[in-house]
């Protein structure tokens, strides 16, 4: 399915490279040549474009290609290796967020169970706020307790819309037009 590798942080070389898509420019960050980062134009949490590191499209093919076929409705899950970058407890969370099916949702505090820290909903929802590996690592698929499209740093409309694409609804748009 997903390769990860786990770091508190980067010490290796970073490139990036800009990817259009239905969402708007995404920004994708490879450490060594590993997906580290995929952020959203006026993302919240979005590092400095200076630590993203030298322009290369080289390592980000299967990237590019697997976002396609997301956004064309041919792919519900990705197959790419990643790292992430950040503490053990956050990424606890990512990784949990990666068994979120396609479509589906879960609250803050379902996750928090699934990770084993059930009091702590508050916590894995500022995880989930920093989720560097946005769309593919599926943050927006977590809801507040009552279902309510709570937080995310893409912005709710963006979340509204991903959550309506995924789930086929007949007033989703197509193939999702934000910009």
């Given at each position: 399915m997903h390769a990860t590798r786990d770091r508190e942080t980067a010490t290796g070389h970073r490139s990036h490279t800009v990817l259009d898509s239905p969402v708007g420019p995404l920004t994708a960050v490879a450490v060594d040549g590993v997906?580290?980062?995929?952020?959203?134009?006026?993302?919240?949490?979005?590092?400095?474009?200076?630590t993203f590191g030298v322009p290369d499209d080289e390592p980000f093919g299967a990237v590019a290609d697997q976002l396609a076929d997301y956004f064309a409705g041919r792919r519900t899950e990705f197959d790419l290796p990643m790292t992430f970058l950040g503490t053990p407890f956050q990424r606890r969370v990512w990784t949990a967020l990666l068994d979120i099916p396609y479509g589906?949702?879960?609250?803050?505090?379902?996750?928090?169970?699934?990770?084993?820290?059930?009091?702590?909903?508050?916590?894995?929802?500022?995880?989930?706020?920093?989720?560097?590996?946005?769309?593919?690592?599926?943050?927006?698929?977590?809801?507040?307790?009552?279902?309510?499209?709570?937080?995310?740093?893409?912005?709710?409309?963006?979340k509204r819309q991903l959550l309506a694409f995924e789930r086929g609804a007949e007033d989703a748009p197509t193939g999702l037009t934000l910009w």
């Open positions: 997906l580290a980062g995929l952020y959203m134009h006026e993302q919240r949490h979005r590092p400095p474009a200076e589906e949702t879960v609250s803050y505090g379902e996750l928090a169970e699934r990770i084993g820290s059930p009091t702590a909903a508050r916590a894995v929802g500022l995880a989930n706020g920093k989720n560097p590996i946005s769309l593919i690592v599926p943050c927006h698929r977590v809801v507040g307790a009552n279902g309510d499209l709570t937080g995310y740093g893409g912005g709710i409309d963006r």
